[in-house]
Nanobody, 117 residues
Framework: QESLQESGPGLVTPSQTLSLTCTVSNVPITTKDYYWSWIRQPPGKGLEWMGAITYRGDSGYHPALKSRASISRDTTKNQFHLHVTSVTPEDTAVYYC?????????WGQGTQVTVSS
């Protein structure tokens, strides 16, 4: 069973870039048929899927974030990363990374990111 852990700054200044890392244990992120997602939950709102990267390195994004979000990976460290440019206070949320294999999924514990000056 894989485990995931998010890391990154808890506070980001408006207009800057938010960068988070998800470190995966027990399963290589290149394992066939896996894809690796980022999801967030703003305060008082529901979960929002942001995007994902596949075991082959292909990525896809929520249409509303496509122009600002990017997901990359470092297979040597078994990590994948989220970058969101030009952040505003509306990007304040708890950010989660997750694994997906068919119907199975595993989530990290989440990390709070606040966008504020």
């Amino acid at each position: 069973q894989e485990s995931l852990q998010e890391s990154g700054p808890g506070l980001v200044t408006p207009s800057q870039t938010l960068s988070l890392t998800c470190t995966v244990s027990n399963v290589p992120i290149t394992t066939k048929d896996y894809y690796w997602s980022w999801i967030r939950q703003p305060p008082g709102k529901g979960l929002e899927w942001m995007g994902a990267i596949t075991y082959r390195g292909d990525s896809g994004y929520h249409p509303a974030l496509k122009s600002r979000a990017s997901i990359s990976r470092d297979t040597t460290k078994n990590q994948f990363h989220l970058h969101v440019t030009s952040v505003t206070p509306e990007d304040t949320a708890v950010y989660y990374c997750a694994s997906n294999l068919g119907w199975a999924t595993a989530w990290g514990q989440g990390t709070q990111v606040t966008v504020s000056s």
